[in-house]
């Protein structure tokens, strides 16, 4: 490497300063506070550093304990912190048993199908019980499994999922549910990493105003698990319609199974939830990373449980009688905290929906509210922005008052922060913008929504019993107010925190820790900052702006995609020599993904290679990573060490200016790249439009070559 490559590898993105409008506060009415779970300052006392781990017992006494813990944090085998040692409790106990035992016919679950036609189901305690049980019975007797197995979720958006889940629980049967929407190659991988003997799906579902065929990707994850080794005994099938089968693939004999036939013999039954220890693991939720391996983040019980109560409790402020709908994916990590686990152990109604925002028309979710009388609102920035666009006057039209809406997944521009306040929220709700990630269980940034106010655009401070620290690449801290970014660490472990990556706790270590602990022996937990993986920038005021991730992902409407995922897919492709994926600068959905492919000597490049790849990504991965555009050109951009420049192409797609290519070992590639794909893109009407300084600053620094 030559001296100017080696520097331009030191300044990461995180490290170039950046430069915003700092935008006005707004403050929750008399009327939210006078309501509120958390309205006393003091709360922030109480989770002060000197408090700190038994702050957290205020959390782990949300939940019932079959006996209480000992310890409240073992950190003697860092960094796999061990939270409530000793203690011993049953998830599903806490989400249904003791609600049931109360209020047994309130509506857990409110299930809203996608077809506007067919009924809207509700769910209450006492009904969820029995489903749970049955549920619980069938696994215990028909499959089996026990405490520590795993078993493999590819189930879409009905209340058979959250039934499902809940049933492992109490079991102790660890679950790994994966986004409906991937496909079953990358669902096959999943099973195989995990170990599971048994895959649970459905025969179809509806998106879009469409039946999807979901049973055919069960086939496939079978056939992909066989080529890693891995058996799957079961396929077990809910039915989508109660007797009707919608799939084109055949029921294979002797694995395959449809739960209603063999529920009979469950039927009644009831299961005791087994006591389990809190540091026993309740899911796998897999996700991206720098390597193309996916990473099965593992969950505990009585810390995530614990973690995912108090801020539902505190940052939702979710009551008990309140009707709470969070519009994402219990496919990811969100819907599992904060639709299912955190949610109904406070014993809340929560409301599920199982198809597209804007199915038939976009004011669906609006009248979604309406009519079920919903007062707390969740979901993405990628969806404000489609209903926004669909149909900005359409709120108005509907008689619904949210007192608290939260944003997640991306950073909200200011705009949309503002038409989601005063239009959707109709200057009555507060609005939370919480940042975590799968890693984490729970929020890490959020404001307390009656005590700090509202900055558009800025996550706020960080949530009760977390301290950040922002560090540049030598380990210094960057100050508040300095306008410069870095690398944002929790320094502290909390209870949500995930245990390890399942079955990679080198990779665990490597990934989170490595960057900034300089004592591996070190038993304290202040030498092990977290690398939570985006660059942020403090105000002043404490508050964060979060500006994306430092790793080579890709978040494509809050779809976290791994580069490396999406370039090993496209090299199944035979022609493929080389494929590099990087972000486009999206309108609605964020960022969007384009492939530059490079071909084997001897091969031209064709309209249906261009296909081929992007069905690649379709078959390993599934549809939300298929690419916008795939461009075939003859030599990718280099440095002398043979690395792809990615920020070169990256650049190139959003119509920025590439920057310094004499580094490069063909610079004359490149405007032969430049002119082909931006004439290309400006005949499709595809330009993004101006760029941001900071999204400039992105693509720019893209892969960091
Ligand atoms: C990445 C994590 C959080 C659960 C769903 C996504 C980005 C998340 C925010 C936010 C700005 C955010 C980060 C993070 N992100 N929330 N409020 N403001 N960015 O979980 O798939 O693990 O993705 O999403 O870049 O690292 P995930």
Same mark, same amino acid.
């Given at each position: 490497?030559?001296?100017?490559?080696?520097?331009?590898?030191?300044?990461?993105?995180?490290?170039?300063?950046?430069?915003?409008? %700092?935008?006005?506060?707004?403050?929750?009415?008399? +009327? @939210?506070?006078?309501?509120?779970?958390?309205?006393?300052?003091?709360?922030?006392?109480?989770?002060?550093?000197?408090?700190?781990? =038994?702050?957290?017992?205020?959390?782990?006494?949300?939940?019932?304990?079959?006996?209480?813990?000992?310890?409240?944090?073992?950190?003697?085998?860092?960094? @796999?912190?061990?939270? @409530?040692?000793?203690?011993?409790?049953?998830?599903?106990?806490?989400?249904?048993?003791?609600?049931?035992?109360?209020?047994?016919?309130?509506?857990?679950?409110?299930?809203?199908? %996608?077809?506007?036609?067919?009924?809207?189901?509700?769910?209450?305690?006492?009904?969820?019980?029995?489903?749970?049980?049955?549920?619980?019975?069938?696994?215990?007797?028909?499959?089996?499994?026990?405490?520590?197995?795993?078993?493999?979720?590819?189930?879409?958006?009905?209340?058979?999922?959250?039934?499902?889940?809940?049933?492992?629980?109490?079991?102790?049967?660890?679950?790994?549910?994966? @986004?409906?929407?991937?496909?079953?190659?990358?669902?096959?991988?999943?099973?195989?990493?995990?170990?599971?003997?048994?895959?649970?799906?459905?025969?179809?579902?509806?998106?879009?105003?469409?039946?999807?065929?979901?049973?055919?990707?069960?086939? &496939?994850?079978? !056939?992909?698990?066989?080529? &890693?080794?891995?058996?799957?005994?079961?396929?077990?099938?809910?039915?989508?319609?109660?007797?009707?089968?919608?799939?084109?693939?055949?029921?294979?004999?002797?694995?395959?199974?449809?739960?209603?036939?063999?529920?009979?013999?469950?039927?009644?039954?009831?299961?005791?939830?087994?006591?389990?220890?809190?540091?026993?693991?309740?899911?796998?939720?897999?996700?991206?990373?720098?390597?193309?391996?996916?990473?099965?983040?593992?969950?505990?019980?009585?810390?995530?449980?614990?973690?995912?109560?108090?801020?539902?409790?505190?940052?939702?402020?979710?009551?008990?009688?309140?009707?709470?709908?969070?519009?994402?994916?219990?496919?990811?990590?969100?819907?599992?905290?904060?639709?299912?686990?955190?949610?109904?152990?406070?014993?809340?109604?929560?409301?599920?929906?199982?198809?597209?925002?804007?199915?038939?028309?976009?004011?669906?979710?609006?009248?979604?509210?309406?009519?079920?009388?919903?007062?707390?609102?969740?979901?993405?920035?990628?969806?404000?922005?489609?209903?926004?666009?669909?149909?900005?006057?359409?709120?108005?039209?509907?008689?619904?008052?949210?007192?608290?809406?939260?944003?997640?997944?991306?950073?909200?521009?200011? =705009?949309?922060?503002?038409?989601?306040?005063?239009?959707?929220?109709?200057? %009555?709700?507060?609005?939370?913008?919480?940042?975590?990630?799968?890693?984490?269980?729970?929020?890490?940034?959020?404001?307390?929504?009656?005590?700090?106010?509202?900055?558009?655009?800025?996550?706020?401070?960080?949530?009760?019993?977390?301290?950040?620290?922002?560090?540049?690449?030598?380990?210094?801290?960057?100050?508040?107010?300095?306008?410069?970014?870095?690398?944002?660490?929790?320094?502290?472990?909390?209870?949500?925190?995930?245990?390890?990556?399942?079955?990679?706790?080198?990779?665990?270590?490597?990934?989170?820790?490595?960057?900034?602990?300089?004592?591996?022996?070190?038993?304290?937990?202040?030498?092990?900052?977290?690398?939570?993986?985006?660059?942020?920038?403090?105000?002043?005021?404490?508050?964060?702006?979060?500006?994306? +991730?430092?790793?080579?992902?890709?978040?494509?409407?809050?779809?976290?995609?791994?580069?490396?995922?999406? !370039?090993?897919?496209?090299?199944?492709?035979? =022609?493929?020599? &080389?494929?590099?994926?990087?972000?486009?600068?999206?309108?609605?959905?964020?960022?969007?993904?384009?492939?530059?492919?490079?071909?084997?000597?001897?091969?031209?490049?064709?309209?249906?290679?261009?296909?081929?790849?992007?069905?690649?990504?379709?078959? &390993?991965?599934?549809?939300?990573?298929?690419?916008?555009?795939?461009?075939?050109?003859?030599?990718?951009?280099?440095?002398?060490?043979?690395?792809?420049?990615?920020?070169?192409?990256?650049?190139?797609?959003?119509?920025?200016?590439?920057?310094?290519?004499?580094?490069?070992?063909?610079?004359?590639?490149?405007?032969?790249?430049?002119?082909?794909?931006?004439?290309?893109?400006?005949?499709?009407?595809?330009?993004?439009?101006?760029?941001?300084?900071?999204?400039?600053?992105?693509?720019?620094?893209?892969?960091?070559?």
């Amino acid at each position: 490497m030559t001296n100017t490559e080696e520097t331009a590898a030191l300044v990461s993105e995180a490290q170039i300063a950046v430069h915003w409008r %700092e935008e006005e506060y707004y403050y929750p009415s008399a +009327r @939210f506070i006078a309501q509120a779970n958390a309205a006393d300052p003091r709360i922030y006392e109480r989770f002060s550093e000197e408090h700190f781990p =038994e702050c957290f017992r205020e959390y782990a006494d949300l939940l019932d304990w079959d006996r209480y813990w000992h310890t409240t944090l073992d950190t003697t085998d860092p960094p @796999f912190w061990k939270w @409530f040692v000793g203690g011993r409790l049953n998830a599903s106990y806490n989400c249904v048993d003791r609600h049931m035992e109360k209020s047994p016919n309130k509506a857990a679950i409110i299930w809203v199908p %996608e077809p506007e036609e067919e009924a809207t189901q509700a769910i209450t305690y006492q009904e969820l019980y029995r489903r749970v049980n049955e549920m619980a019975a069938l696994l215990e007797g028909f499959c089996g499994l026990g405490p520590g197995d795993r078993v493999t979720l590819h189930m879409p958006m009905v209340p058979e999922l959250p039934v499902v889940m809940l049933a492992c629980a109490r079991l102790g049967v660890i679950h790994s549910e994966v @986004f409906a929407g991937f496909s079953g190659t990358a669902c096959g991988g999943r099973i195989a990493d995990s170990g599971s003997k048994v895959l649970i799906t459905m025969d179809s579902y509806y998106r879009d105003g469409k039946v999807l065929d979901h049973k055919v990707k069960a086939d &496939e994850a079978v !056939e992909a698990a066989r080529k &890693e080794g891995r058996e799957v005994d079961k396929v077990l099938v809910f039915r989508r319609r109660p007797d009707e089968y919608h799939s084109a693939s055949p029921m294979v004999q002797g694995r395959d199974y449809f739960v209603d036939e063999v529920m009979r013999d469950y039927a009644g039954k009831k299961v005791a939830p087994v006591s389990m220890p809190a540091e026993a693991p309740l899911f796998l939720m897999y996700t991206s990373g720098t390597t193309g391996r996916p990473k099965g983040a593992q969950h505990s019980t009585g810390g995530y449980l614990s973690y995912v109560a108090g801020t539902c409790k505190y940052f939702l402020d979710i009551h008990p009688d309140d009707t709470y709908w969070c519009f994402a994916d219990i496919g990811w990590i969100t819907g599992h905290s904060y639709i299912v686990y955190g949610p109904l152990s406070l014993g809340t109604t929560t409301v599920i929906y199982e198809g597209a925002p804007a199915f038939p028309d976009a004011s669906r979710p609006w009248r979604i509210a309406e009519r079920l009388g919903v007062n707390i609102f969740h979901t993405a920035p990628t969806t404000i922005r489609m209903l926004r666009k669909a149909g900005p006057e359409l709120p108005a039209k509907h008689d619904f008052h949210f007192k608290l809406m939260v944003t997640v997944g991306e950073p909200i521009e200011p =705009e949309v922060w503002r038409w989601y306040y005063d239009t959707v929220g109709k200057d %009555e709700a507060v609005v939370v913008d919480t940042w975590w990630m799968t890693e984490t269980g729970g929020f890490l940034g959020a404001t307390l929504p009656a005590i700090k106010a509202m900055k558009p655009g800025s996550c706020g401070p960080a949530a009760l019993g977390i301290y950040p620290a922002i560090y540049d690449e030598e380990g210094k801290a960057v100050d508040a107010g300095t306008g410069r970014a870095g690398n944002i660490c929790i320094r502290n472990p909390w209870p949500g925190i995930m245990q390890t990556i399942w079955g990679q706790p080198e990779r665990f270590v490597q990934t989170y820790y490595a960057k900034y602990n300089h004592d591996s022996a070190s038993k304290d937990w202040h030498d092990w900052p977290f690398l939570c993986g985006d660059g942020a920038v403090q105000a002043l005021d404490g508050y964060y702006r979060i500006l994306g +991730r430092i790793d080579d992902v890709i978040n494509v409407a809050g779809h976290r995609l791994g580069t490396k995922e999406l !370039e090993s897919a496209v090299l199944t492709v035979p =022609e493929v020599a &080389e494929a590099a994926a990087v972000p486009v600068i999206d309108e609605l959905r964020g960022r969007v993904v384009e492939m530059y492919v490079s071909l084997k000597p001897g091969i031209s490049a064709s309209p249906e290679l261009e296909d081929k790849a992007k069905a690649a990504i379709e078959t &390993e991965i599934g549809k939300v990573a298929r690419p916008r555009n795939v461009w075939i050109v003859p030599d990718m951009p280099k440095t002398r060490s043979g690395k792809i420049m990615r920020r070169v192409i990256a650049s190139i797609s959003n119509f920025a200016d590439v920057g310094d290519i004499t580094t490069l070992a063909n610079p004359d590639v490149v405007e032969g790249i430049r002119h082909h794909v931006q004439s290309q893109k400006l005949q499709r009407g595809d330009v993004p439009r101006q760029l941001t300084e900071k999204e400039m600053e992105e693509i720019r620094s893209f892969g960091n070559a």
